[in-house]
């Protein structure tokens, strides 16, 4: 079983050990009442098992939604249809290739996760752990859905995009044209076009260290709220390896102009 969506160490944990908990749980269990072979199908329903049956993958990948909203898909081994047969809310499923699945009543195999204090237990590990997985991923979906209050701006050459001293409330990036970076009137660096500048005093809550000029005519920049920003990297953890990345070509750049102003100053 594998979540649909951006890798989250913790849900891959989880994922991982509900794999575990439902090998353990379906070891030993009868022949299942019938077996279904399907091709690939955009609808595996009622009309191949009922809410008084449950299904084991035997062989093939199963994709799972709820309320069209695409969550996980089950692997060979994983259980399907517990749901329906409690009467919670029901998902659908589909496939894309050719599947196999052990039919079996539920009442059946319920008595088989409950025939002694060992199965027991795993089953209620699995049931604790899935819950733990779908409410970790339904977290990370609605963080993943929230609309980014961003606005555009333009500047023209010469236009401060940020002022050294202000208090840092939005982090920009620049869509066209590029920008220069200067510290007390002195250039420091510059901003190239899909960038991310600004956020640094955003984490800090220290003020603006440096101005950001617009080197060109029509310099396009999207600004985001510093709040929206926040919620951002924590949904999109793809966002902070580009902020990083900026950061450290910014940084190398610095460094090599304290080198170059070194040297001048040796000779």
Known sequence: MYFIGERVDALENLQE?????????????????????LIATESIDTQFFTPDEICIIRQGIVKSKHEQTAIFYYESGDIIGLNEAHGLHEMSYSSEDPVILDVY??????????????????????LVTFNAAITLFLSQWVKAKQPVNAGYLTFNKGDEIITEGDLATEVYTIIKGSAEVYVKDTK????LQDEIFGAMAVFTGERRTASVIACEDDTSVLVVPKEDFIHLVQAHPKTTITLIENMARQIKSLNEQVIEKTDQVMI
Request: charged share 15%.
């Open 188 to 191: 420091v660096g510059a901003v």
């Open 17 to 37: 050990r509900i794999s575990q908990l439902s090998n353990k749980l379906v070891t030993g269990i009868n022949q299942p009442a019938r077996t279904i072979n």
């Open 105 to 126: 009543q539920a009442n059946d195999f319920l008595r088989h996760v409950l025939a002694d204090t060992q199965t027991q237990a795993i089953w209620t590990s699995y």
